[in-house]
């Protein structure tokens, strides 16, 4: 009898140890402190300890793991069970299994007496048909289990599709029943037999479809870590603060989608490209990517971007042979293409100017700028009456012999003259304060008016200190920030008060990194039209740079400062 009390009281106690942690790891989980909690449930063996372990994995966006706890619930609480089964509707949702987040959906809303888990099922079933693409449409189809539910999404699709493939859906549904004599069948059947009552209801430039709420969208980051001591330091960590911030507001200002950052070190080695972008997509099914810095490294990581139809949006990379033939690498400063084609719209629209003149290095960044230029201005009907892409450093960089064709009264009688009006000179890398200087030391001995078109490296010119009081100078640039503007003020505050440091100039153009990533994701909803929706991204006011594509694949939106003889 005595045995018998110990043994009582010993499971006594530990069914009310049991009840306690079982109660203490509920309280971490509703507080969101689910890595705590999951300490707790993880050593419990009850149906309501697995399914708060699965319910913890998918609040971390470790939708594979919760699936794995959650289908070991196993009780005969009806509710238990359809909590955790409406639980792995929406991990399959997020791991984009669509056919099966539908198809429990529809048996809980078709089968369940409660209310509350009933009403959320149909909601979200709802939701979900009216926000597939039409690419996910067509393997949700084919993959489900029941007639109905193909049936629905052959009915969401009515309006959001053209009317060539709602036909399509529709004859694929008829031919994969035996019984499809319903009221829901003959509607469709009637409407889509009227191509004129079809093309009043779909709007192809319609909105897209609202995401289901709940939506959680990741954002990959891939960027070097540098030595704390070193002069890039700084670099990567302001770029990673301000995609931190941006993504930190949207979480703030959006109560149905979160967005979330899984960062990766890139170092500088282009090796690292291939481990970085399969962890990436097999392990966080990020949906986009920002960086990395170096071209070396973003080369690499455009031919996954394009594998695994990734969009990546490389921050500061300007090179114009990235972009070629990729249509998920996308880039957020202009290249010296654009940088070139934008500067003769300018000389010719806004100045007037027809009669031009070029000098670039051979070789040089400047190069891509000086074609760009040509064709542009071509185009437009203006003249480059001189061109001069040349092999400086063979010559000392005594660009003499070639300016002296820019004088509109030249002393030799071999020399035919112009009247030039501009020259475009984008003189980029260390060399270019040595051609700057020699050009405008040869245009003062002709006592030149002519206008000067330039790239960033004539920024800090000072053309008082020259005898050309008729000159003006006109530069590209790029990143421009005004800081008189009350955002860029409003968001120094909140950079200092989160990192307790001042941003520099790299935290602004991350920032209006990870936001044109969000906004997009914001206006197409479904990140499988992320994609499309960065080409069709126009007329963005970001505090660093203004945003445009204009159906390509770089940022097209360059400024044109200028510079006053005066």
């Not at 602004?508 to 994701?521: C, R, W």
């Not at 007329?539 to 203004?546: A, E, M, V």
């Amino acid at each position: 009898m005595k045995r018998l009390l110990l043994v009582f009281t010993f499971l006594t106690i530990n069914t009310c140890l049991f009840a306690q942690s079982l109660e203490t790891g509920i309280e971490f989980y509703e507080e969101g402190n689910y890595e705590r909690a999951l300490l707790i449930f993880e050593n419990l063996d009850s149906p309501t300890a697995q399914l708060f372990t699965g319910k913890s994995y998918f609040a971390l966006n470790n939708f594979l793991k919760a699936k794995y706890y959650l289908n070991k619930v196993d009780s005969t609480a009806e509710e238990m069970m359809l909590e955790a089964k409406y639980t792995k509707a929406l991990a399959d949702f997020q791991l984009k299994n669509f056919a099966s987040s539908l198809d429990a959906l529809y048996e809980i809303k078709e089968g369940s007496f409660h209310p509350s888990i009933t009403r959320s099922a149909y909601n979200f079933y709802r939701e979900l048909n009216n926000y597939l693409s039409l690419n996910q449409r067509y393997v949700a189809f084919r993959a489900s289990a029941y007639d109905n539910v193909r049936l629905d999404l052959v009915e969401s699709a009515v309006g959001k599709v053209d009317l060539s493939s709602a036909r399509a859906l529709f004859s694929a549904y008829k031919s994969a029943v035996t019984d499809a004599d319903t009221t829901k069948y003959a509607s469709l059947k009637a409407f889509l037999s009227d191509s004129s009552a079809y093309t009043q209801r779909f709007n192809q430039n319609s909105r897209y479809p609202k995401a289901p709420s709940g939506l959680a969208y990741n954002i990959g980051v891939a960027l070097p870590e540098f030595d704390i001591e070193s002069a890039e330091f700084e670099i990567s960590q302001h770029l990673y603060f301000g995609i931190q911030l941006a993504i930190e507001n949207f979480n703030s200002e959006n109560t149905d989608q979160k967005a979330f950052i899984t960062y990766r070190n890139t170092e500088a080695e282009a090796s690292k490209a291939a481990s970085i972008s399969n962890d990436l997509i097999w392990n966080h099914d990020v949906d986009a990517i920002i960086g990395p810095l170096f071209s070396e490294v973003a080369e690499e990581l455009s031919k996954y971007a394009e594998l695994y139809q990734r969009p990546l949006l490389t921050p500061l990379a300007n090179s114009d042979s990235l972009n070629l033939d990729l249509n998920y690498t996308y880039q957020l400063n202009p290249t010296f293409a654009v940088q070139g084609r934008t500067m003769a719209r300018h000389a010719i629209q806004n100045l007037g100017h027809d009669t031009l003149a070029v000098i670039a290095e051979r070789g040089s960044l400047g190069e891509p700028s000086a074609i760009a230029f040509l064709d542009e201005a071509r185009k437009l009907g203006g003249e480059v009456v001189r061109y001069y892409v040349e092999d400086f450093s063979s010559q000392g960089y005594d660009i003499s012999e070639y300016v002296k064709y820019f004088d509109p009264n030249p002393d030799e009688e071999d020399i035919l003259s112009y009247n030039i009006d501009a020259v475009y000179a984008p003189f980029t890398g260390n060399i270019a304060e040595t051609l700057i200087s020699s050009l405008l030391t040869n245009l003062e001995a002709m006592q030149s008016k002519v206008t000067i078109l330039g790239s960033e490296e004539w920024e800090t010119v000072n053309i008082g200190s020259r005898r050309l009081p008729e000159t003006n100078i006109y530069y590209t640039k790029t990143f421009d920030l005004d800081i008189n503007s009350s955002e860029v003020e409003d968001f120094e505050s909140a950079f200092r008060l989160r990192f307790d440091t001042p941003p520099n100039r790299f935290a602004y153009i991350g920032y209006d990194a990870a936001n044109l990533i969000l906004e997009t994701l914001k206006q197409v909803q479904n990140p499988v039209y992320l994609k499309e929706g960065l080409k069709k991204f126009n007329n963005y006011q970001g505090l660093s740079t203004d945003i445009s594509f204009k159906g390509t694949h770089i940022n097209q939106e360059v400024k044109i400062k200028r510079i006053r003889a005066e």
